[in-house]
């Protein structure tokens, strides 16, 4: 039974979904730890550099088993942390963390391949077999066998399901950029004080603010009204998600990424000036406001801000879409 | 090597003393144990990893990752923790660790068998509960569990709680089957599309199972007790009659399908004399020929049978 990501569980009903909820933490890396962890600079760059090195040796093979084992490392390193960081040490934590990840997932690899690829060295070190295994095993011990992990991806399909978008387009949409959204912030360490659902939950948020504003507060108040969120810690999380986007658009801007000028991006445009004005407000004025008064500020200014041609031209395709 | 982080997780060996060995299970011995720590009662199950380039096997690290997610139903048997080892010869030792429950169904059963009385009515049905309690939870997350059978079937007998063990452990360790002793290998409880040589299972043969334990509450007999798989397809042929086309559209392009001597169905009621007309019902149902016919667990708990049955704290 391969391991699947969205399906940790194969063949998950959804009236059984309740059960992740209840046994996510066991999945997560320790919100205790995440606080001690920030004390520490080592680990922080610690953690940097593997999942720097995890990204660069997995990523020849498939972009989610970058994040399964960056999600084993994380737990590991709240579990065990690393105190005295060996350039060979932090490789071996890193190549046990993939080796233990397309053991899971059954990738159809030949083993030849696996092999070759976890021996790859810059520093000119490889691992014995029986290294890794022992690696392994430590790793095993310190998440308690615990590898059929929980993550995002896992409540993605029930929020969407909540929302109304089962099996539509938007849905599909949404669904694609949240997914997105999930394996880039899955960086950030100030996402791990969050349980996966919550984080699932900002994620589709965010991407539904992005992409189809005007149906954000139908959607805000579906995943609300969830028995299984708590409202203000995915208010909480969203800010810290939100935050990542737009450092990320910063980064890509900054980077001098070209963009082709549709109406989407000048939408996108839009909505950045509008969260530095969003910012503003808060700060200067209004910084007791309710995230209820955030949005409606958001939605006159966009509004405001929209040529009315290209306002229409881009909501068609929505409205199509919703009555589909 | 020096290992990364503080003080290594402690081995099976000083984390445990053995107290007993209480039973060799299919894939590996079993003892019960007392936790150093904290002085708790556990049932430790000892396995051999069979290694081989791979270190641990993805089979075994897939299935007991399963265990590990499925521990917080309370009606199967929580796996507590997992202790990764080195017996002499220094080979990879596993230690799965598991609430420890006094007794079993095979033994509950017997100690009426051997006192002469029946099973009361109400404990039949509260037990029958409990096992489509915790097998509708494993099917519910698409795991089968393939060899139900009283002995696999766990026992509080203060509070007659009922929980499911050795679930997965089919898959995740596959160890030649030593012949420890006849009961291992039983065919009793094995469904006919197994023992015809159906390749793809469905749920439907641990429904078969259950119908099977079923009967045995109530009689304190086994329903069908074959000793090959010859026999065991004649007990049920006997009872249930030969199937054919009709009752069971393509049981003649199985594998292992014959010629059989043809025997007309018996009334359930003719091995089963004591249980009610609801009870017979139910028990039909789980045991159709037909898998995709058969009862599912979840539909079994809706059943008129256990309608006067106190649920609360099941």
């Known amino acids: ?324 | 090597m020096e290992k990364p982080g503080g003080g290594g997780v402690l081995s099976a060996k000083e984390a445990f003393e053995k107290l007993e060995k209480v039973g060799e299970g299919t894939y590996g011995k079993v003892y019960r144990a007392r936790e150093k720590a904290t002085g708790k009662i556990v049932a430790l199950k000892k396995t051999r990893l069979h290694e081989d380039e791979e270190g641990v096997p993805p089979t075994t690290l897939r299935e007991v990752s399963i265990l590990r997610m499925l521990s917080r139903d309370p009606h199967v048997v929580r796996l507590m923790d997992v202790k990764q080892g080195q017996n002499k010869e220094g080979k990879t030792v596993l230690y799965l660790v598991f609430e420890y429950m006094d007794t079993d169904l095979k033994k509950f059963i017997r100690s009426f068998r051997q006192t002469g009385q029946t099973v009361p009515p109400q404990t039949i049905k509260s037990l029958m509960y409990q096992l489509c309690k915790g097998v509708a939870f494993c099917h519910g997350h698409g795991i089968l569990h393939r060899d139900l059978k009283p002995h696999n079937l766990l026992m509080d007998p203060k509070t007659m709680m009922l929980k499911i063990a050795d679930l997965g452990l089919a898959r995740a360790f596959t160890v030649p089957i030593k012949k420890y002793t006849h009961e291992i290998l039983t065919l009793w409880y094995r469904a006919p599309e197994v023992l015809l040589g159906a390749t793809h299972y469905s749920m439907a043969v641990d429904i078969w199972s259950v119908g099977c334990i079923f009967a045995e509450l109530v009689t304190k007999q086994a329903l069908f007790p074959g000793d090959s798989e010859l026999q065991q397809l004649l007990h049920i042929f006997r009872l249930l009659g030969t199937p054919n086309e009709d009752v069971w559209p393509g049981v003649s392009k199985l594998m292992n399908w014959h010629e059989y001597p043809q025997w007309n169905p018996q009334s359930l009621s003719t091995a089963v004399p004591s249980l009610d007309e609801l009870g017979l019902d139910l028990l039909s149902q789980m045991l159709k020929y037909e898998p995709s016919k058969r009862i599912s667990a979840k539909k079994a708990m809706e059943h008129a049978y256990f309608d006067d049955l106190d649920k609360r704290h099941l």
Request: overall charge negative.
């Open chain 1, 1 to 324: 039974m391969e391991f699947d990501l969205e399906n940790p569980l194969e063949n998950l009903h959804s009236d059984d979904v309740s059960y992740l909820f209840l046994i996510e933490s066991d999945h997560t890396p320790s919100q205790n730890h995440s606080q001690t962890l920030k004390a520490r600079d080592l680990d922080i760059s610690v953690r940097r550099e593997l999942i720097s090195l995890i990204s660069q040796l997995s990523c020849a093979l498939d972009p989610v088993l970058s994040y399964l084992a960056i999600n084993y490392l994380d737990r590991f390193l709240t579990n065990q942390g690393i105190l005295q960081p060996k350039p060979w040490a932090l490789r071996l934590v890193a190549v046990s963390c993939i080796s233990l990840t397309v053991k899971m997932m059954g990738t159809e690899y030949p083993a030849t391949d696996i092999q070759a690829l976890l021996n790859q060295s810059d520093g000119g070190i490889i691992f014995e077999t029986q290294t890794i295994q022992r690696m392994e095993a430590l790793i095993l011990g310190a998440l308690q066998w615990r590898m059929r992990s929980i993550t995002p991806f896992s409540f993605v399909a029930f929020f969407i399901a909540l929302m109304g978008l089962k099996e539509s387009p938007m849905g599909q949409v949404l669904k694609n950029r949240a997914s997105e959204i999930i394996f880039k912030s899955q960086r950030e360490i100030r996402l791990w004080g969050f349980k996966p659902s919550i984080i699932a939950a900002s994620a589709l948020l965010c991407a539904s603010h992005e992409l189809f504003p005007f149906q954000y507060p139908f959607f805000l108040k579906a995943i609300s009204d969830s028995s299984y969120v708590n409202k203000e810690i995915v208010e909480q999380c969203y800010k810290v998600i939100q935050d990542i986007a737009i450092e990320e658009e910063y980064s890509s801007a900054l980077n001098g990424v070209s963009r082709s000028d549709t109406p989407i991006n000048v939408l996108d445009h839009h909505f950045l000036s509008s969260e530095s004005e969003k910012t503003n407000g808060i700060t200067v004025a209004n910084a007791t406001d309710s995230p209820l008064g955030d949005l409606k500020r958001r939605k006159i200014t966009g509004c405001g801000g929209n040529n009315p041609t290209i306002l229409n031209s881009w909501i068609q395709p929505c409205e199509r879409e919703c009555e589909k």
